[in-house]
T-cell receptor, first 114, second 116 residues
């Protein structure tokens, strides 16, 4: 178990649906991240939260809405998605100020938009 | 600013052969360097890391990497490939400042195929 848990592991949703992805970390970290990984594309950093505050939003469309209620939980709310949003969504966490430890990743949510 | 270049998006080796995955970095400050492995439909798992102690770093599953400052490289090697090593490998760099919002910058990944 990696210490970062993502649910669900797989999600199929229609373009008009609303769904949420959940990420929970049990490592005492205070920074959390959402990444998008599409086939044959590099990892794309979407959002960064540090001590529950959003510190980075890499021009992500508004149909993706993150929420970080506390340092242990991170959500990604999805609505009116497009087929090109189908991808593996990865959550990661890290300890602020401890750059030598890197990030700890969850297993990801495989999202398919139909 | 820091960056990572992984030479070769796809590397194919025979089972039992040497594995060499190349990574070059750019950083204005002393770096921390990482290799991650990703199996299909899984997250990224830390393979090994360099944090300014020994320049030759040993990781899990028989992998090792050597930090060469003069060449700004951190290549990943394994003497003998196993079928289970087939996966995608990512090199990453962060700086040693340890400040808030430190960033991990990833390379584009190298897909390793192992042929029987």
């Amino acid at each position: 178990e990696t210490g970062v848990t993502q649910t669900p592991r797989h999600l199929v949703m229609g373009m008009t649906n609303k769904k949420s992805l959940k990420c929970e970390q049990h490592l005492g970290h205070n920074a959390m991240y959402w990444y998008k990984q599409s086939a044959k594309k590099p990892l794309e950093l979407m959002f960064v939260y540090n001590f529950k505050e959003q510190t980075e939003n890499n021009s992500v469309p508004s149909r993706f809405s993150p929420e970080c209620p506390n340092s242990s939980h991170l959500f990604l709310h999805l609505h009116t998605l497009q087929p090109e949003d189908s991808a593996l969504y990865l959550c990661a966490s890290s300890q602020d100020g401890a750059s030598g430890y890197g990030y700890t990743f969850g297993s990801g949510t495989r999202l398919t938009v139909v | 600013a820091q960056s990572v270049t992984q030479l070769g998006s796809h590397v194919s080796v025979s089972e039992g052969a040497l594995v060499l995955l190349r990574c070059n970095y750019s950083s204005s400050v002393p770096p921390y360097l990482f290799w991650y492995v990703q199996y299909p439909n899984q997250g990224l798992q830390l393979l090994l890391k360099y944090t300014s102690a020994a320049t030759l770093v040993k990781g899990i599953n028989g992998f090792e990497a050597e930090f060469k400052k003069s060449e700004t490289s951190f290549h990943l090697t394994k003497p003998s490939a196993h079928m289970s090593d087939a996966a995608e490998y990512f090199c990453a760099v962060s700086d040693q400042s340890g400040g808030s919002n430190y960033k991990l910058t990833f390379g584009k990944g190298t897909l390793l195929t192992v042929n029987p």
